[in-house]
Nanobody
Framework: QVELVESGGGLVQAGGSLRLSCAAP????????WSWYRQAPGKQRELLAQ???????YYGDSVKGRFTISRDILKNTVHLQMNSLRPEDTGVYYC???????WGQGTQVTVSS
């Protein structure tokens, strides 16, 4: 029974930082491809960042230069370091991997001005 478990969200003031984590505790394979998504209120889920099997990374324009994705293949975890947070970063953050067609519960990030 594979699940994705996001954590690390919370309430932070504009300009602050948070580090999100995601784990796949039920996986028996090593996950080397991860993505982070954000769903703001009333909006569709937005792709923010990806890391591939070759360690190449992608960042959406809205987070480029502020967010950093990293992974630990042996631990089956992925992280998102978020700096210089803005109120428009508010939303529910989800991790995703192409190995499993599932979504976790997400973790809420609220950025106040």
């Amino acid at each position: 029974q594979v699940e994705l478990v996001e954590s690390g969200g919370g309430l932070v003031q504009a300009g602050g930082s948070l580090r999100l984590s995601c784990a796949a505790p039920g996986s028996v394979i090593s996950i080397d491809m991860w993505s982070w998504y954000r769903q703001a209120p009333g909006k569709q889920r937005e792709l923010l960042a990806q890391i591939s099997h070759s360690t190449s990374s992608y960042y959406g324009d809205s987070v480029k230069g502020r967010f950093t994705i990293s992974r630990d293949i042996l631990k089956n975890t992925v992280h998102l370091q978020m700096n210089s947070l803005r109120p428009e970063d508010t939303g529910v953050y989800y991790c995703r991997t192409p190995y499993f067609d599932i979504w976790g519960q997400g973790t809420q990030v609220t950025v106040s001005s």
